[in-house]
């Protein structure tokens, strides 16, 4: 479920919500002063776990030996 962050017009502060792709509104109730917080546009960083074609499928060198091009 993806998180969602919301800055408040008041006080500037930033708030996460986690909702459902496609649910998640466009304005929320500030936690800390009550006012409106809109929707702001957030950054993520992928998380790549455990071996990939990095490592494993291509060197600097290009394909590995004896592979297909």
């Known amino acids: 479920m993806p998180i969602y962050e919301y800055e408040c017009e008041e006080c500037g502060e930033i708030t996460e919500y ?3 792709i496609g649910q998640a509104a466009d304005r929320k109730i500030c936690r800390v002063c009550g006012d409106v917080a809109h929707r702001v546009l957030s ?3 992928p ?3 455990g071996p990939g074609f990095h490592c494993n499928d291509y060197t600097s ?3 590995r030996e004896g ?3």
């Open 18 to 20: 986690a909702a459902p």
């Open 61 to 63: 060198y290009g394909p």
């Open 43 to 45: 950054s993520f960083v």
């Open 47 to 49: 998380l790549f776990i």
């Open 67 to 69: 592979e297909d091009a």
